[in-house]
C-alpha cells in the first residue's frame, strides 16, 4: 500500500498540480493586494475619496457612521464595498491568467519545430511490358523480368 501511495503521490502530474496550487495560493494574495492596497485606493479617489471598505447597508434601518460601529452595535450589514473589491479582484486575476496562457501560446507556437510538409510522391516507375510497379534503379522489371532501359 506504501509502495503504491509513492508512485501515485510522486507522479510528475501530481508534483506539478501541488506546485501549481501553492503559487495559486500565492498570486491570488497579491492580486488581493494589489485590489486592496493600490486599485482600490485610486478608484476611491477617482470617486471622491470614496473608501469602498466602508461602504455598507444596515439591515435595521438604522444609521451608523462606519461598519465598525454598525458591526459593534450588532447590526447586520450588507458589505457591497467588500463585493465591488471582490469583483475587482476577480477580474485582475482573469485578466491575468488569461494572458499568461495566451503568452505561453505564442511562446510554443513560435518556438515549435515546424512541420515540413511531405514532399511529393513521385509518380511510381511502370514496366513498359507488363505495366507493374517498379524501383527507380531497377534494370529489370521483378514481374516479367524485361531488360529495361
Partial sequence: ?????KEFAFKGNVVDMAVGVMVGGAF???????????????LGILTGKMDF???FIALDGNTYES???????????????AFISTVVDFFII???????????????????K??????????ARLCPFCKGEIH??????????????
Fill in 1 to 5: 500500500m506504501w509502495k503504491s501511495f
Fill in 28 to 42: 491570488g494574495k497579491i492580486v488581493t493586494s494589489l485590489v486592496n492596497d493600490l486599485c482600490m485606493p485610486l
Fill in 53 to 55: 471598505a466602508e461602504l
Fill in 67 to 81: 461598519l465598525a460601529a454598525a458591526k459593534e452595535a450588532g447590526a447586520n450589514v450588507l458589505t457591497y464595498g
Fill in 94 to 112: 482573469v485578466i491575468s491568467v488569461f494572458l499568461f496562457v495566451y503568452l505561453i501560446k505564442k511562446m510554443r507556437e513560435r518556438f515549435a
Fill in 114 to 123: 515546424k512541420e515540413e510538409p511531405a514532399p511529393e510522391a513521385k509518380p
Fill in 136 to 149: 527507380d534503379e531497377a534494370v529489370r522489371c521483378p514481374h516479367c523480368t524485361s531488360a529495361l532501359e
